[in-house]
């Protein structure tokens, strides 16, 4: 079974995760910031992966630290999860409606960190939840996991609804990428390795 479980705590987080690639999307997520905890569970519900989740955070502060310490910790673990990537797609590409709103969530596992977040439009916040906080959350994640990931919104106009779309593709392409396939033998790379 693909699995991690880490905990990370500095003067601003302390978080524990424990993550299963294998899941069926069991979800526990406790951040502190409610709607960041509705994406995660869109995002493991989706992707079926199982993921429970704790975070304190000095939100007296902002969010901006929870957010993006959870990017950083998510990230480390898959990238454990995934392991030497022998026998996975690779890569995936998911288009995925949420009412009016619809976005694309394209991914690499190719061990080189890069994020392409083609979304516009936002309003500056869903409840109280900062929504320029999802752009730190992806480029946390993707820098630790070691992915190349590409978000582009195609259109919508209830900023709810188009981040709810970006994770729940995000969850699905992710997925996707990191299944094993009995097709394909050693890693998915003509150089040998990712």
């Known amino acids: 079974m693909r699995k991690s479980s880490l905990s990370r705590k500095t003067m601003e987080t302390s978080i524990q ?10 979800a526990s997520i406790c951040t502190g910031v409610g709607f960041f905890d509705h994406m995660l569970t869109l995002f493991a519900k989706h992707g079926l ?16 630290h ?37 976005t694309t969530v394209t991914i690499d596992i190719s061990g080189r960190p890069y994020l392409v977040y ?18 730190e959350f992806f480029q ?9 990931l590409h978000i582009n919104l195609l259109y919508g106009s209830n900023t709810h609804h188009i981040l709810e779309s970006i994770f729940k593709a995000f969850g699905r392409a992710l997925d996707t990428a990191s299944i094993k ?14």
């Open 140 to 148: 946390a994640f993707v820098n630790q996991a070691q992915i190349n």
């Open 49 to 64: 992966f199982d993921l429970s989740l704790v975070c304190d955070g000095d939100l007296e502060v902002d969010q901006h």
């Open 66 to 102: 929870t957010v993006e310490d959870i990017g950083i910790v998510l990230g480390t673990a898959f990238n454990r999860c995934i392991g030497d990537k022998e026998g996975i797609n690779r890569y995936a590409s998911v288009t995925t409606p949420m009412d009016e709103a619809l």
């Open 17 to 26: 995760l424990e993550l299963s690639l294998d899941g069926n999307g069991t």
């Open 118 to 135: 083609n979304v516009e439009g936002l309003k500056e916040k869903v409840g109280n939840f900062d929504t320029e906080l999802v752009e």
């Open 181 to 194: 396939n009995p097709r394909i033998v050693g890693v998915p790379s003509t150089k040998g390795m990712l």
